[in-house]
C-alpha cells in the first residue's frame, strides 16, 4: 500500500477537483445558496463557473498528465498547494471575519485533502532514486 498511496492520493484529489468542476460548472447557484446568498446575478454564476469549474478541471487534468508522465510529486503538489491554501485562508477569514460552520467544514475538508497529498510528496520525495522517473526526483 505504501507504493499505491501516492496515485491513490493522486486519483482521488483529481477526481474530487473534477467532480467538483462539473457540478459547479452547471449549477454554479449551489455554491451561492450554501452560503445563503440570495441575490444573484449572471456574472457571479459565471465566476462560479470561470474560478470552481475552469481551474479545479484545469487542476484535475494537470494532476492526470503529470502522473502519467510519471512525475508523482508534481502532481500531488498540485493537487496539495492549492486545497492548503483554500484551507489556511478559511481559516483565516474564520478569525478576521467570524466563525462560519460551513467555512469551517470547507476548511477541514481542504486542510485534509492537502495532508493527503502532501504526505504523498514526502512519500515519493523520500522513495529511492534508482533512475525511475516515477520517484519525481529526476532533474
Known sequence: MKDRFPVVAILITALTYAGFAIWLGFHPNALLE???IEDRT???ATEIRAF???IEIAIAVAMIVLWRRGDL???LLIG???????ATGRCIGLFVDGFSGL????AGLEAVGAAFCLAG????????TEGKASTGNSV
Do not use: I, T
Not at 80 to 86: A, D, E, Q, V, W
Open 80 to 86: 496539495g498547494l492549492p486545497l492548503f491554501g483554500s
Open 103 to 106: 467555512h469551517a467544514c470547507f
Open 42 to 44: 449572471p456574472q457571479m
Open 73 to 75: 510529486f508534481a502532481a
Open 52 to 54: 470552481y469549474g475552469g
Open 34 to 36: 450554501a452560503f445563503g
Open 121 to 128: 510528496c514526502v512519500m515519493v520525495r523520500k522513495a529511492p
